[in-house]
């Protein structure tokens, strides 16, 4: 098959003049410095976003704060309201958003369609129901009454006010739906701070929100590089940054929110996820499991496997079932919907991945398949095993976030749950195994704020999701979130 066409939308919302959204509305930026967006399949400039300045800044965060103003005091059944519609028009314009994202991330459509649209349509309505369900509680206190008087107490839940969401560029618009869904749920706004690689398919959404009915100000978009989110991060008229990202870029913005003015802070940092294969696993759906863990979106998923632990004495015949597999898969271009792997999402992120293959290669740790970025346009790599020489190999500890699956054999239970857990990281890992009552035992021993069994990278909203470690502080999703976008007030009362 070749490359679907795309909808006359698609390409006339490139052509367009992007500027930032603010106060409900795109409005040119003051700034003159340009970001070309890339095409990471072709190489090819899709269009231009701004640079944002110190102006455009300033100006978000007053369109922010009264935005806050009128949202805050919105009725939770209205607020609850407007984003079920805006996830109507995010259905609504399915085909549209999709095209835009693969388009700007390289993700293949399937992809784009089931998870950037669908599944954040999904996640956006059980947000919505969240808003008419926050509550406080009543107390009673225990202070002595000394001429009859009584006390009562009881507790509120208040939107902590203006949030800056950080979102990068592996899930761009479902990531950014979590964060604005996160604020507007409970009555805070919002601006978002896309990646510069994936800017385009939230102002498309950010228009969407104001036809659902979302007041001007309440959710704004400003683009730019990295010291645009640092701005927002420190402006004083900004309350708290959900950043989603690296482990060093998270750290820098966590100690930068708290020394500005004790911003609270939200971090979901990604790290060095691992996969435990026990020995009664069938062989072939510890293959399946390894494509799901770690290549699916070409392994740029915060929460996707990256180190492999097999017994010894079956490693051998899982690399060969997962060799033959990746070699059946079909890599080309993301708008071809029998593609099976796409591109990663920039250029800076392909050399990067070169640069890991040469320290496999200078550690001696074999490349069992792959390893190589093949010639031409675009932003491809090899879907890869590595077989690592000890649990001290590079590709063992450092995040590469792309398709590379390092393995390494175990010869017991106690030093596989050592190995797994022989990292600073702790987002999530998986077991494998039909020993269900093995499984339970081993789960509490498992260093990661997810744990799944038999399954990876699956996400539900009902289910919280976050890192413990250096992982992330926070979560999202379930209930969870409420507490992280609320400040808890206390009202005590005598009578």
């Not at 599944?119 to 206190?141: D, N, S």
């Not at 390893?371 to 063992?396: H, K, M, Q, R, Y």
Request: one cysteine or more; aromatic letters at 8%; hydrophobic letters at 40%.
């Amino acid at each position: 098959m070749s490359d679907i066409a795309l909808l006359p939308s698609v390409t006339t919302f490139f052509r367009r003049d992007h500027g930032m959204f603010i106060d409900g509305r795109h409005i040119p930026s003051t700034s003159s410095n340009k970001i070309g967006v890339i095409n990471p399949a072709n190489g090819e400039t899709l269009a231009h976003v701004s640079d944002a300045s110190d102006s455009d800044i300033d100006d978000a965060v007053v369109s922010a704060n009264q935005g806050f103003k009128v949202w805050s005091r919105t009725s939770p059944a209205a607020r609850a309201a407007a984003l079920f519609k805006l996830a109507d028009l995010m259905e609504k314009h399915r085909e549209e958003l999709a095209q835009i994202e693969t388009c700007q991330s390289g993700k293949i459509i399937q992809i784009s369609r089931a998870f950037e649209v669908d599944q954040a349509a999904h996640f956006l309505r059980y947000y919505a129901g969240w808003a008419t369900k926050i509550t406080g509680e009543t107390i009673t206190p225990s202070l002595p009454s000394f001429t009859g008087e009584r006390y009562s107490a009881y507790t509120l839940r208040e939107p902590i006010g203006v949030v800056v969401g950080i979102v990068p560029w592996n899930f761009s618009t479902m990531i950014a739906i979590w964060k604005l869904a996160s604020a507007l749920t409970t009555g805070c706004s919002i601006i978002i701070k896309p990646s510069e690689f994936t800017p385009l398919t939230i102002l498309r959404i950010a228009e969407l929100a104001i036809e659902a009915g979302v007041p001007a100000g309440v959710l704004n978009v400003v683009t730019g590089t990295g010291r645009v989110g640092k701005a927002l991060i420190e402006h004083p008229g900004t309350d708290k940054v959900s950043f989603t990202g690296s482990v060093p870029t998270g750290i820098a913005v966590g100690k930068g929110a708290m020394e500005a003015k004790l911003t609270r802070a939200t971090l979901e940092l990604g790290g060095k996820n691992s996969v435990g294969f026990l020995r009664d696993i069938d062989l072939d759906k510890a293959a399946d499991g390894i494509i799901e863990a770690g290549f699916l979106h070409s392994g740029q998923i915060c929460a996707a496997a990256e180190r492999f632990f097999v017994h010894r004495s079956q490693i051998e015949s899982v690399m060969d079932k997962l060799s033959l597999r990746l070699r059946a898969l079909k890599i080309g271009s993301p708008l071809d919907e029998t593609t099976q792997f796409g591109p990663v999402t920039n250029k800076q992120h392909q050399q990067k991945l070169a640069g890991f293959f040469a320290t496999a290669r200078a550690e001696k740790s074999t490349i069992v398949h792959g390893g190589n970025i093949p010639d031409g346009p675009g932003c491809f790599v090899e879907p890869t095993i590595i077989l690592a020489n000890s649990v001290n190999d590079t590709l063992l500890n450092e995040e590469t976030f792309g398709p590379i699956a390092t393995f390494l054999p175990y010869d017991t239970e106690d030093e596989l749950l050592h190995l797994m857990n022989s990292t600073p990281y702790g987002l999530s890992a998986s077991l494998w195994t039909n020993d269900l009552s093995k499984a339970m035992r081993l789960i509490p021993e498992i260093e990661a704020g997810t744990v799944w069994v038999n399954m990876h990278t699956m996400l539900d909203p009902a289910v919280p999701f976050g890192g413990i470690k250096a992982s992330g502080i926070g979560r999202e999703f379930g209930a969870a979130f409420i507490d992280d976008y609320t400040e808890l007030k206390s009202v005590m009362i005598r009578y």
